[in-house]
């Protein structure tokens, strides 16, 4: 729901950096892995109970998979890139919810069903990708991209807001889970919706 429009605000940094990153020899799936390690790392953090360098490691996590973008621009995107993007954003993203499952027994219920609801809305987003580009569709919403992106209320800037809320107030934890899962279903729904209207033969 936000990221295309924070597109605008945060890509000509984000390009700025990249094109300097290119020029000293690094690649975006260089970036990529690099922000899988830190983003697994804030799970790590957040199991062990180190709450504050859990949400440094997200922060940091962020800015590497803007950054992997910018460079993939400036070298031209590649499948590979795409799939080794897309992948990596959602390991990162259940991975979260499971760092916070483990810190505390009060949170394993919530933090699986925020598992489940990443899972579901993963399946809608990449089933209407493939459709999508089979049936040639392409779209510059979410910038350019290997693969067709279909936009939803719960897309990766609210997934980093929740968050990073759930950084900052672990107690609620539990609520933010719930409430965000519910939010990952609607997009299903929504996007179910989006491609009756766009695959009906």
């Known amino acids: ?23 000293l020899g690094v690649t975006a ?9 830190l983003g697994l790392g804030g799970a790590v953090a ?22 992997d973008g910018a460079v993939a621009r400036v070298r031209g995107p590649s499948d590979l890139g795409g799939y080794f993007d897309i992948v990596a954003d959602f390991a990162f993203y259940v991975s979260i919810p499971v760092g916070f ?7 394993t219920l919530p933090a699986l069903v925020l598992v489940a609801s990443f899972v579901l809305t993963g399946v809608s987003f ?21 693969f ?13 807001i929740v968050f990073i809320a759930m950084c900052l107030f672990p ?17 299903v729904f929504q996007r179910s919706a989006m491609a009756v209207a766009a695959f009906r033969e």
């Open 46 to 67: 957040i199991a062990l109970g180190h709450i504050g360098w859990g949400l440094a490691l997200i922060i940091a996590n962020r800015l590497a998979d803007g950054l």
């Open 171 to 187: 107690a609620w934890f539990g609520a933010l889970a719930y409430g965000y899962g519910a939010l990952c279903v609607l997009t």
């Open 148 to 160: 067709f992106y279909s936009t939803g209320l719960a897309e990766g800037a609210e997934t980093i």
């Open 1 to 23: 729901m936000l990221d295309a429009r924070l597109r605008p605000l945060i890509d000509p940094p984000l390009n700025a950096v990249g094109r300097m990153l290119a020029g």
């Open 101 to 107: 499952g483990v810190l505390s027994a009060a949170n």
């Open 29 to 37: 799936n260089g970036l990529t892995f690099a922000g899988l390690a």
């Open 126 to 146: 990449l089933a209407f990708a493939v459709i999508a580009g089979k049936r040639g569709a392409q779209t510059t919403t979410h910038g350019r991209k290997s």
